[in-house]
């Protein structure tokens, strides 16, 4: 796995594989037998709200959360657009028509 900064050697033998059933646990009160009768899909739900709930709990986590959530949008911010559009590229003397919502400029 790459991470953001070089892995030892040594680091291999101490790698803990049950730290995401001891974050569901702590997150949801269910112990690991429990975790392990429960559907696979159940689980990856409380894997998935154990994360969130860890980031939320900070003001970096929360902002983290709000930068991924920006990221993964997907459709254009059109009303930004026309402000941009009208704003400072009126200033320098372009013009913006709406084409749907698209937009075509023109010197």
């Avoid at 059933?21 to 702590?26: G, I, N």
Wanted: net charge negative.
């Amino acid at each position: 796995m790459i991470k953001y900064a070089p892995e030892e050697s040594w680091g291999d033998a101490f790698e803990i594989s049950t730290a995401t059933h001891r974050r569901v646990a702590e997150y949801s009160g269910y112990d690991f037998a429990a975790q392990c009768d429960l559907p696979y899909s159940a689980f990856l739900l409380l894997v998935r709200d154990s994360w969130l709930d860890s980031y939320m709990r900070s003001d970096e986590g929360r902002q983290i959360l709000k930068d991924i959530s920006r990221l993964q949008q997907t459709k254009a911010d059109i009303s930004a657009i026309r402000e941009m559009i009208g704003g400072e590229n009126a200033k320098r003397g372009l013009r913006a028509c709406a084409i749907g919502d698209e937009f075509a400029c023109e010197h």
